[in-house]
């Protein structure tokens, strides 16, 4: 996470190796769609996403908070309530038809396939029982080890997170410990058997500055190391900078943009992520400036205009905005905008 009033640096992106073009994406999202059934009207918090994530690279989801990017997360452990809950689409992760998947074959996808870190760790964590003991309940699940050596795998896994102490807290309970080692714990949790895809949603968001910091770099250096696809998500535009290799932005359910990130930092071509872009502080915004911010708000999401659902909000929105829906716009081979005026949005600064 950037410090209050660091610009941007986009070279500072971790550049993963690439792997070969013509490899199949290890999360192969295609037109997933989510609706949520549960009042008056049925709420479409997804419309229509298309994703790709290669093995060893992180993409990061950014947006406003109700733009669907936790819900698009949750969908790939399908952790949504099923009897209020349509879902369409096809989601591959490693090969396998998540949305297909039945109850048994969903249980061994989880943990052991995809995992996730919450964004609230005290919420996540089962209070009643030590962090050990729900690490060790996980790994002997998935695999036929002993109770010692999963509790070794669990010691291991808080030595390489660096959790202080290690051998004592595997006993602590989830409150006996701090805000950012409870991350810590579960990022631990996440990785205890050794899973391919991390799903990481706002794991930063409940701490401070110095430790937001301190576990942006372990769940870089972990990726790192293990060669993890994760998808990030994030309302924190430096955060993504700091971790992502690929940014995609979300807008009422929707991906409006999605390019490498340093080329979304340096040539954004969807006013929306122009917008975000510059509703946040930077290193030349002068003391006693006031902070540009996006008027209007999101769209109701049981309601969705016929248009463009950010043309209300959207200083460069003309009539047919507001009564075309637009297409993707390939703007190079790697960099896609959702905008009916990305031919004048080039010429913008």
Known sequence: MNAPGRPLDPDRTPAQAAAPAAEAPFVDIRNLQVSFTGGRKPVQAVGGVDLQVRRGEVVALIGE????KSVTLRSLLRLHPPRRTLMSGTVRVGGQDVLSLSPSALADYRGKVASMIFQEPLL????????????????RRH???????????ALELFERVRIPSPERRLAAYPHEM???MRQRAMIALALACRPQLLLADEPTTALDATVQIQVLLLLRELQRELGLAVIFVTH?????????DRIAVMYAGRIVEEGPARTLIREPRHPYTMALLHSRAHGALAKGS??????????DLSALPPGCAFAD???MAQDICRAQAPEIVHLTPDHRA???RTADTAAKP
């Open 290 to 299: 006031r902070l540009q911010t996006i008027g209007g708000a999101p769209p």
């Open 143 to 153: 695999e036929p080890v002993s109770h010692a050596e999963a509790m070794r795998r």
């Open 313 to 315: 909000r959207c200083p």
């Open 65 to 68: 908070s109700g733009s669907g």
């Open 236 to 244: 924190d535009i430096g955060a993504a900078v700091e971790v992502a």
């Open 178 to 180: 701090s805000g950012g």
């Open 338 to 340: 959702r905008c009916l």
């Open 124 to 139: 996540a964590l089962d209070p009643v029982y030590s962090v050990g003991a729900q690490i060790v309940e996980s790994i």
